[in-house]
């Protein structure tokens, strides 16, 4: 994402679907996507967002990365919408929601190597209260994300 192999302004609209967690740099996949967007056009990201709780971002981070080793970094709303505006995108709204992972599929999806898995299971049944009821963890592992659509356009010239 953060070099696109297309001609400046090539798009009516960009999206990204729960892929912005894996960029190695969120302002250069913002800043292509603006580059690649027409005047006019529409940029919609949607990713989980963190709370900016460190102690839940923390743990977070740490489930995402034994989950996946592509996983990069969860941001929160407000790293989100700064980054949408220094990649001179207009911010039109933000759409919060939260969405349930069955764990299961959720580490099958990846082929989580059994180990990590376990290593989850491990974090999840030993990380605080406040973890525990913010992502509604339930027994089997399964839980709550926090996830955002941001829209945002590219200003017409």
Not at 88 to 93: K, V
Not at 118 to 135: G, M, N, Y
Request: net charge negative.
């Amino acid at each position: 994402m953060e070099s696109l192999p297309f001609e400046d302004a090539s798009f009516d609209v960009v999206l990204s679907r729960f892929s912005a967690h894996h960029w190695r740099d969120l302002d250069a996949g913002l800043r292509e996507a603006a580059r690649v967007v027409k005047s006019g056009g529409i940029v919609a990201m949607v990713d989980t967002v963190t709370s900016g709780i460190p102690l839940i971002d923390t743990y977070f981070q740490a489930i995402e990365l034994l989950r996946d080793c592509s996983h990069v970094r969860n941001y929160s709303r407000a790293e989100w919408e700064a980054a949408i505006a220094r990649a001179g995108l207009l911010s039109a709204s933000v759409s919060p929601f939260r969405l349930r992972l069955d764990f299961s599929s959720w580490v099958e999806r990846m082929s989580t190597p059994r180990l990590q898995v376990e290593a989850i299971r491990a974090l999840q049944t030993t990380v605080s209260a406040a973890a525990t009821r913010h992502f509604e963890t339930e027994a089997d592992g399964s839980y709550r994300i926090d996830v955002a659509l941001f829209s945002a356009s590219k200003a017409l010239r």
